[in-house]
């Protein structure tokens, strides 16, 4: 192989590296983050419109001096809640496959260049040899991004349609607990990441309770 081939093949299987991790890393940018700030500040915008829920001592107002104020901690509910706990796992699935694929991808890169700087050293049967290896190398990490961007397309899809479900799920949950209840005017989101509140009092606190209804209104739909 001569000096110039080697160039040129260098720069090819550089640029390919280049376009496929960039693709790839993409997804990262879905994990836990995509999956707690989508569904919750999609939430917000509804907030006008849904009913609250807490356990909570009763708030003097001037408009009404009996207004119940309560919160759900979502960074609580998103570990807790079944639903969220196996989207996470498809995240994670995901992951770990493209965590693979770039470890494969590294170790190739850097086979391919020691080749470079070695194969003129190696007689022209080695030659050939490492060449076949890395070629045949390169095919199936072609295979495997092939493989991974549809997974991700499906991904993206699956979580599109889930986070739409869960958010549906939560609502409906909290206005049939408080229409249960009747007991609550209000009821705020506590999040240390989104919410404008610094302290509240945990008499007001119903994630407990909301959590465990809403694992066990899934598990009873799962198990139809």
Sequence with gaps: MSTEQHTNEQKSCNSCTHKCLIALNIVLLIGLAVLYVLFFKSTSCKTDTQ?????AQPVETTDNPTL???????????????FAIELNEKLESYTRQENDYKDMMMRFQNDYNNFLKTGASLTLTEQKKTEESLKKRADQLAKMEEKLMNER?????????????MIDAVYAFVRDYNAKHQQFNVILKK???????????????????????L???YRNVKGK
Excluded at 51 to 55: Q, R, S, V
Excluded at 68 to 82: C, H, K, P, R, V
Excluded at 153 to 165: A, P, S
Excluded at 191 to 213: A, C, K, Q, W
């Design 215 to 217: 694992n066990e209104e």
């Design 191 to 213: 999040s240390f990441s989104e919410s404008p509140v610094l302290y509240m009092d945990s008499t007001m606190d119903i994630t407990r309770e909301i959590i465990d209804g």
């Design 51 to 55: 009913e609250a829920t807490a356990i």
């Design 153 to 165: 397309t499906k991904l993206e899809t699956v979580i599109q349609v889930d986070q739409k479900k």
């Design 68 to 82: 119940t104020i309560g919160y759900i901690d979502t960074d609580s509910l998103m570990l807790q809640y079944d």
